[in-house]
């Protein structure tokens, strides 16, 4: 399940852009943060299929969520202009940002190329 950050989280679990000067990941896990809103209609299309690939994904990433209305000093620091736009997070190479509804073939290829993840294989249905 997502979970949405605060600012202060933000800093805790993601980056603390305050302390350092250099991109330093604090997770152990890739991550993907969606900056969005709740007016956002593009938004609402990518949340479902981020949920979708973080239970498909079971454990090697995690997604966060960051609500750019109640959270404007944190989409402030990365430049965010439009939502969604997607942080992409490799645990140990700098990040990358997409931005727009992305289908999720899409977001697979970006988990693969820019997270280095692969997909697990599915054994059984759930």
């Known amino acids: 399940m997502s ?6 989280e933000f800093k805790e679990k993601v980056f603390d852009y305050e302390t350092n000067k250099e991109w330093s990941y604090a997770g152990d896990v890739p991550c993907i ?6 007016w956002c209609q593009p938004c609402k299309i990518v949340a479902p299929i981020l949920e979708e690939l973080e239970e498909e994904y079971q454990g090697k990433i995690k997604v966060y969520k960051v609500d750019t209305e109640a959270e404007r000093e944190l ?4 430049g965010i202009q439009s939502i969604p736009s997607l942080l ?5 190479a700098q990040p990358q940002m997409a931005m727009g509804a992305l ?3 899409t977001f697979e290829q970006a988990i693969k190329d820019v997270l280095k993840v692969e997909k697990p294989t599915v054994t059984e249905e759930k």
């Not at 979970?3 to 202060?8: D, E, F, N, R």
């Not at 992409?88 to 140990?92: G, I, K, R, S, Y």
């Open 3 to 8: 979970q949405h950050l605060t600012t202060a």
């Open 33 to 38: 943060i969606d900056f969005y809103a709740d």
């Open 75 to 78: 989409a402030a620091v990365f």
């Open 88 to 92: 992409f997070v490799p645990v140990d």
């Open 103 to 105: 289908p999720k073939e």
